[in-house]
């Protein structure tokens, strides 16, 4: 079958006799204009003189004074005139993603021409209205950091109304200083050109070819050369969509009227015969629909689509389409032997290469890893640097000082230990850029490492390392380039900024947005011929393009179309009155690009991903859906579903046989602890790895981000700090005196805090250091200090009780039976506290297990239930199991009862959860039972003791049992979190 554009060349070329050395030929996008251009060759068998391909954008811009600067400077530019219009200081990292939104909202109020002061008059009338719904959650997120503050719903419409009100001031203030400058954004440029009376244009005649969705400025431009002679418009569509109301075809059948189709029969060249190439969808096509639980599976399957039929030999007729284009490299990866030549049009993601890793990780060692007002670095941030593949590239001495660290235990290195010794590469590495005199010297230190990179890479056979490199550098320099004189102009505008920095303005934090933003915009061209091979392209590249073989991966929803980002200061409704882009613009847009891919092709695939985790929606795309339903019976449909063959988190499962080498390792168990049990009724082969194979999870030893084992860990450490403190070690009784002179004494919890810190996050035994916070840490601090007083308080009402024991290691002998022998290994581990309160009167001793997460939302009903695997999760029965086993050790282990238990006391589990303390009612002390009336609070362990024993012997003698081989968890959902996922099943 011909494609469209083929037909346009034929119908071209018979209109144009005399040539078409004085037409311009527009397109939407480049792209089209290589497949035209081939076209007319094909066409004519001969040499002519081509045409001027142009884009839409680049004829606008033809004719204007005016240029367009980088969005980045528009920001900026916008910042200036928003600043003096409202008189605030607002920072420029409050102001961005605000400044974003505000320049779209101007660009398409411009190019749909709309009257901008009506506009705003209307805007400021929504005073009165006090419903916001039209924000969402994240929008409304940002705008309560633009404002500094949490807003009610009043307090957001107070705002959002005093900052309509402004906007008109913005809007013409920004257009008259960019104007001044000779700068426009596209949509101000788009209309001075439109309004100008008499437009100068270049070229005798403009053809237009492909269009869909105009804007109100292209539909004016289309008018003025309609009127003078100078444009012929070609429409791509099918009968299909154009003439029901499918919103693919809505906006075509709209515009089809004031700009006749060329192709048309009676418009069509007088030379050529009328053939009727709209009605394609009416012919017969094989659709394939193809559902996957991941979208690697779906590259994957690209080799398998391809070596069907004639699909390699077809080439550049057959094309692949990434509905996400971030399965470029897979798919890539998946391309068959076979396939000699490709066109890959998408471009790699800059974003995807390890220089943007680089990038990124330069940064951050200045916005999280640099200590405040020191020349200190943690050493996480560094070591990640000195890891990172492209190290060796800066520096041979980066391996060398990766080991010094490390071996040295340097958590908090200095500029000096970093530099020092070592080639100079490293000074430029670790520089210090606070003592820089440039504007923004974070950035040149960037370019300085890059440099470095490109040089010791020089001699690596990689173009698109290479290529990589330099785009990333080239982008750097760029952003320097534009962010110096911004900053000086601001420093103008502005006194209260620092002149010798500009922080207050531009932070790190802003740069690394910003340079995330042009990363994200930019990709690594692939070199090859374009018109050769298959065709590997993302929806927006197939506009006006034909294939008679078509893969489209990733069909989902949120895909086609993409979750649209409806962001505007401006309301739907009023969008809508105002002829403003709306959401459902977009979509129809979408709705387009899909339908037009499929109208000429032979056959089609279309695979979706059907999984729903990681956030995916596990849809397929409201397009498939709709043309499955309505077409049903006209083209020949199938569906199949592909497995998730060798994907790594899919893999099956399988039991491990103890052998003869598992034998002797289970043999050699001397004792186990609570984790290592309720590993095994988590997942046996999670017990297998850790216990069996000792392969421990990954310790990251340069880590000093606070996770929520590190934070548990600093309040264990610190109540440990504190009762050693009230008791001076151990039976001591701990009274309400002790504790309020405690509680009023800031500077002896500061102490316990800072020793703790200084132990477990910043790793130092000596006394005389001190810790120097950082802003998380320093959150972290103050979160603790508050669940420790929450412990104090709750400590304070039980007062007097007596202190037994902190952080002390409790272990008992247990014997078992395994296949009709005993078996005896010791059980126990570490108890956060054991202390003795008074109860009704009488003395109980309490095994306590602090808890700072969320607390239990269900209970077990039995105590057999603390064997049962399926409840580990939703019962929580792995606190249960430690809470028994150690309140069993102390009421009946030989050594708690010649020492802690000698009058043996009844034993009570309890869970301190430190979130539920502040309750009036709260009672650590666990409770089993069915429901709330049922549940039976376990003052003495002996009550459920005898139970729990049998139901542990018998786990026991399940887990050293020979014949009985370590089988996976049925609960498939804790595959993803755990640490051996990736060797599991190989």
């Known amino acids: 079958m011909k494609s469209f554009l083929q037909y346009v060349a034929k119908d071209v070329l018979a209109k144009h006799p005399e040539g078409l050395s004085d037409v311009a030929v527009v397109f939407p996008n480049k792209r089209a204009s290589l497949f035209f251009n081939q076209a007319l060759f094909e066409e004519t068998q001969m040499p002519l003189w081509s045409p001027a391909y142009i884009t839409i954008s680049e004829l606008f811009r033809q004719h204007s004074e005016l240029k367009v600067p980088d969005q980045i400077l528009l920001i900026f530019k916008l910042y200036n005139t928003f600043c003096d219009v409202i008189g605030t200081d607002e920072p420029l990292d409050h102001f961005y993603s605000w400044g974003q939104m505000l320049l779209a909202d101007f660009d398409d109020i411009d190019k749909n021409m709309a009257d901008a002061d009506k506009l705003f008059i209307n805007l400021e009338a929504w005073q009165e209205i006090k419903d916001f719904s039209f924000l969402s959650e994240k929008q409304r997120e940002s705008l309560e950091k633009f404002f500094g503050k949490l807003l009610d719903k009043t307090e957001m419409q107070q705002r959002f109304n005093d900052l309509w009100r402004h906007l008109a001031s913005i809007y013409h203030s920004y257009k008259q200083s960019l104007t001044a400058e000779g700068l426009a954004y596209e949509g101000m440029l788009y209309r001075n050109v439109v309004e100008t009376e008499q437009i100068d244009f270049q070229y005798k005649h403009y053809i237009f070819i492909g269009f869909n969705l105009l804007q109100k400025v292209e539909q004016q431009l289309f008018r003025k050369l309609k009127a003078r002679g100078m444009a012929e418009f070609y429409w791509d569509y099918d009968e299909y969509y154009i003439n029901n109301t499918n919103e693919a075809g809505k906006y075509i059948a709209k515009y089809i009227d004031k700009f006749p189709n060329e192709l048309s029969p009676s418009r069509i060249s007088q030379h050529l015969p009328y053939e009727n190439i709209y009605n394609n969808m ?547 581990g570490q108890i956060d506290r054991l202390d003795c309160i008074v109860k009704d009167g009488k003395n109980m001793i309490r095994v306590v297990d602090y808890k700072t997460g969320t607390p239990l939302s269900s209970i077990p009903s039995k105590v057999e239930d603390i064997f049962e695997p399926k409840y580990i999760d939703s019962k929580h029965t792995a606190y249960y199991l430690q809470a028994f086993l150690y309140a069993g050790i102390i009421r009946h282990g030989a050594d708690a009862l010649k020492t802690i238990n000698k009058e043996q006391l009844p034993v009570s589990p309890a869970l301190f959860f430190i979130r539920q303390t502040a309750s009036t009612d709260y009672n650590p002390i666990l409770q089993i039972g069915a429901g709330r009336g049922k549940r039976e609070t376990i003052d003495d362990i002996n009550t459920k003791y005898d139970d729990f024993i049998m139901g542990l012997k018998q786990l026991l003698g399940n887990i050293f049992d020979f014949e009985q081989p370590f089988l996976p968890t049925e609960d498939g959902t804790r595959c993803a979190s755990c640490p051996y996922n990736n060797i599991c099943g190989l």
């Open 282 to 828: 009416a012919s017969p096509k094989d659709i394939t629909y193809i559902s996957a639980p991941t979208e690697n599976v779906q590259a994957r399957y690209v080799s398998e689509w391809l070596k069907q039929g004639d699909r390699i030999k077809a080439g550049s007729r057959t094309a692949i389409v990434l509905g996400n284009e971030n399965l470029l490299e897979n798919v890539i990866h998946s391309l068959p032997e076979e396939v000699e030549n490709v066109n890959i049009t998408t471009g790699y993601p800059l974003a995807s290469s390890p220089v943007s890793t680089l990038v990124n990780l330069l940064l951050n060692l200045q916005l999280r890893g640099k200590v405040e007002r020191s020349d200190k670095y943690r050493l996480k941030y560094v070591s990640q640097i000195l890891r990172h593949p492209y190290a060796k590239y800066i520096s041979d001495d980066c391996l060398l000082l990766l080991n010094e660290l490390n071996s040295g235990k340097h958590y908090y290195p200095t500029r000096k230990l970093l530099t020092e010794g070592y080639d100079e590469a490293l000074n430029v590495l670790f520089a210090d850029v606070s003592a820089d005199d440039g504007k923004l010297p974070i950035l040149s230190r960037i370019a300085a490492v890059l440099k470095l990179v490109g040089i010791g890479a020089r001699e690596e056979n990689n173009p698109l390392m290479h290529e990589s490199i330099f785009r990333m550098y080239t982008l750097i320099n760029r952003l320097d380039e534009i962010m110096i004189p911004t900053i000086a102009e601001m420093e103008l505008a502005f006194g209260n900024v620092d002149k010798k920095s500009g922080k207050q303005l531009v932070s790190v934090t802003i740069l690394q947005r910003l340079i995330t933003q042009m990363i994200q915009s930019t990709s690594i061209p692939f070199h090859g011929e374009p018109l050769l091979g298959i065709q590997i392209m993302g929806v927006l590249e197939t506009r006006n393009l034909d294939f008679d073989h078509v893969l489209l991966l990733s069909c989902n929803e949120g895909n086609l179309p993409k979750n649209i980002n409806d962001a505007s200061f401006i309301p739907h409704s009023l969008r809508a009155g105002y002829e403003l882009t709306t959401i459902e613009n977009k979509v129809g847009i979408y709705a387009y690009y899909f339908y037009s891919l499929l109208q000429r092709a032979k056959d089609v695939t279309l695979t979706f991903n059907n999984s729903t985790d990681d956030g995916q929606q596990g849809e397929m795309s409201r397009f498939m859906l709709q043309f499955m339903v309505e077409n049903a019976e006209k083209h020949r449909m199938n569906h199949k579903t592909l497995q998730s063959g060798q994907n790594a988190t899919l893999l099956r499962r399988l039991p491990i046989k103890k052998d003869n080498l598992i034998k002797d390792k289970l043999d050699a168990i001397e004792r186990l602890s609570p984790s290592a049990i309720n590993r095994y009724l988590r997942c046996q082969l999670q017990f297998y790895y850790n216990t069996i194979c000792h392969l421990r999870e990954e310790n990251n030893e340069d880590e000093d981000e606070i996770d929520n084992v590190m934070f548990g860990n600093i309040f264990h450490r610190t109540a440990e700090l504190i009762y050693l403190d009230l008791s001076h070690h151990y039976k001591k009784t701990i009274t309400t005196d002790a504790i309020t002179a405690l509680q009023k004494d800031n500077l002896r919890l500061e102490q316990h805090l800072d020793q703790a810190f200084r132990e477990i996050v910043f790793k130092v035994n000596d006394h005389h250091f001190t810790p120097q916070y950082n802003g998380l840490q320093r959150l972290n601090k103050k979160a603790v200090k508050l669940y420790i007083d929450r412990l104090l308080a709750l400590d304070k009402q039980l007062a007097p009780f007596d202190i037994l024991a902190l952080e002390e290691s409790f272990y008992d002998n247990l014997t078992f039976e395994v296949r009709g022998e005993e078996r005896t290994i010791r059980v126990g």
